[in-house]
């Protein structure tokens, strides 16, 4: 594979179709593929395969015309781009609903992110252990993050606390944050912020559906 160039302008669209890609792929490899088109993988996806082929061109070579991409090679290059040969340790701040079912979900640990610490302010929930992970107060983030080494912070506190939470994360040393509260975080610009606004994705789903009905 040819590495990109250090200064190529990758667009958030083709970003954001690599995990699709690489899930597909897997999932054909458990199907015992080794080798796919580019027609293949695209009416697997719903993604033209002149926009397949663009998007890996913007990271190097692959496949061979008139074969097509191994299933194999392929997966492992594009799980390299995305990182996920990497580990990444994570923690979630904030025990609710949807912080107890990112805690319990089985497919953190085999893309490469390591559950290492759950924040809460909850003291009947501190203690506590979901999925053999332990329940730690707020005030004992930044000791947490530093002795564990933690990367990713994921934010699943009702709106009003999630920049008190974010701040907090920046301060203890977290490189990036996932924030599913549904309001915009004043980080500096050295973090990255992946927002998951759930209202956003049914509301747009109102929009298609209204004009159906």
Do not use: C
């Amino acid at each position: 594979m040819k590495e990109h160039k250090e200064n190529a302008v990758i667009s958030k669209a083709t970003i954001d179709r690599l995990p699709l890609y690489y899930r597909t792929l897997k999932l054909s490899q458990q199907e015992g593929i080794e080798i796919i088109s580019s027609d293949e993988l695209g009416r697997k996806i719903g993604v033209t395969p002149e926009q397949i082929r663009k998007d890996l061109s913007a990271f190097g070579e692959f496949g061979k015309k008139g074969v097509g991409y191994y299933v194999r090679e392929l997966m492992r290059n594009i799980g390299e781009i995305l990182g996920l040969n990497r580990k990444w340790n994570i923690a979630i701040a904030g025990v609710g609903h949807l912080g107890w079912a990112l805690a319990n979900y089985a497919n953190f640990s085999p893309q490469g992110f390591d559950l290492q610490a759950i924040f809460d302010v909850d003291t009947d929930k501190i203690g506590r252990y979901i999925n053999e992970v332990e329940i730690f107060s707020i005030e004992r983030m930044k000791e947490i993050v530093s002795d564990r080494d933690i990367q990713i912070g994921i934010i699943t506190v009702p709106a009003e606390y999630a920049q008190d939470i974010a701040t907090r994360f920046v301060e203890a040393g977290i490189k990036g944050i996932w924030n599913f509260a549904p309001v915009k975080l004043n980080v500096p610009a050295s973090i990255h912020v992946v927002s998951e606004d759930l209202s956003v994705g049914l509301s747009s789903m109102s929009y298609y559906l209204s004009r159906q009905i």
